[in-house]
């Protein structure tokens, strides 16, 4: 049965979510360990767990199950019948 146009686009959608929050992790990362940061309040950054880094990298993860599901499908395509 082959699947209607909206669904495949639906798919790809979902297969760029993590790595573009991936990518928001690591820019913001980056943007974030500039000199400007001493001038904060040190209770901003007082936790490892608060910012936007981890919610950036826990988004990616969250959204890692499409990319899952077409590793699998190729795995299962690659066997001999």
């Keep these: 049965m082959r699947r209607s146009e909206p669904f495949r686009v639906a798919d790809w959608l979902a297969l760029a979510a993590a790595p573009t929050f ?4 690591l820019l913001t990362a980056v943007a974030d360990a500039g000199a400007h ?5 040190p209770a901003v950054h007082g936790s490892p767990l608060g910012g936007m ?12 199950a499409p990319w899952l599901r077409l590793l699998s499908a ?3 395509a690659a066997r001999p019948a």
């Design 22 to 25: 991936g990518l928001m992790a």
């Design 37 to 41: 940061q001493m001038w904060c309040s």
């Design 53 to 64: 880094v981890p919610m950036y990298a826990l988004m990616s993860a969250l959204h890692f």
């Design 74 to 76: 190729w795995r299962r």
